[in-house]
């Protein structure tokens, strides 16, 4: 069973439920993913992470990180663990 889409309203559910809700998950998804196919990403040092209640869930003061390059022997690995 799938969730509620009244769960989180990003998107809005019902009769008006936003219908490229799953282009933009893709899309999402795919940026994400390759982002941290090349970085490793650390909240950065002292950064305060809050969650805040609104109609979508936003962090109250952002969240900040620090890129860490991947080494090519990193992605190497991952790439044959994934792909014997
Ligand atoms: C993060 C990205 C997106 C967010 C947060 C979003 C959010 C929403 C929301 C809240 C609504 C409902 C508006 C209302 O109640 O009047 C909506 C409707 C709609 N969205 Fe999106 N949307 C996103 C991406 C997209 C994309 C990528 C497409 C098309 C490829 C799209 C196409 C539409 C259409 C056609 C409607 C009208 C649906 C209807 O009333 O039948 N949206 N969107």
Redesign the pocket.
Known sequence: MSESAYKS????GG???????D??YY??KFAVASIIYRYRLKVAKNHPVVLKLDLTMYVKHGLKVNPYKRQEFELQKYYNNNHP
């Open positions: 309203t990003a998107f809005n009769p008006r439920l936003c219908v490229g809700k282009f933009a899309q999402m």
